[in-house]
């Protein structure tokens, strides 16, 4: 593996700081993913856990749509690989399922979020509300969120890539 991520920098104001941890996160996530092949990113940890390197950047681009789509601008769209019929649908990978087509998805979601977000101010309020809440949310609690979301979940992708091949790092 090789760590091509950029380090947010380390006096930047506080919206930039937020975009550069995000991004960090991103980044890492792609990291964790980089040089397996289709089948060793749908390997499941552990069973009886679905939880893969694949299902993990499948479930970012629901999560990056939901906050930024939904949530930020209040677009009317639904997830991509989730429904209520099937609440973990991005974890139920078949052979069909390929790391282009989920990558190409989360990048697509990323950039959409990206650009949603320049709209808005920290402060500014969410057009759209939670879909089970009703709540409202500020800019900086969403970039927050997503952090840790990301955050969460690399260490997740930490345990898979290891588990994989061996490759370890932060």
């Known amino acids: 593996m090789t760590n091509e991520r950029s380090m947010p920098a380390t006096t930047a104001d506080e919206r930039t700081m937020l975009q550069g941890w995000l991004d960090f996160h991103r ?14 990113l ?20 629901d999560v990056e749509r ?13 997830p991509v690989h989730w429904s209520d019929e099937d609440l973990d649908g991005e974890f139920h990978l078949t052979e069909a399922d390929t790391w ?22 920290l402060d500014d309020i969410t057009e759209g509300r939670h879909r089970r809440t009703g709540e409202r949310f500020n800019l900086r609690w969403l970039y927050t969120h ?5 955050a969460r979940h690399n260490g ?11 490759a370890t790092g932060d």
């Open 66 to 78: 939901n906050w930024f789509r939904r949530v930020l601008t209040g677009e009317d769209v639904k």
């Open 42 to 61: 749908r390997s499941a940890a552990v069973e009886p856990s679905t939880l893969s390197l694949m299902g993990l950047v499948r479930h970012m681009a």
């Open 100 to 121: 282009e087509e989920a990558y190409a998805t989360w990048q697509a979601e990323i950039e959409t979020a990206r650009r949603n977000a320049a709209r808005f101010g």
């Open 27 to 40: 980044q890492t996530l792609a990291w964790k993913c980089e040089g397996l092949s289709d089948e060793q």
């Open 146 to 150: 997503m952090i840790e979301e990301y």
């Open 156 to 166: 997740h992708a930490d345990l898979i890539r290891e588990r994989i091949d061996g």
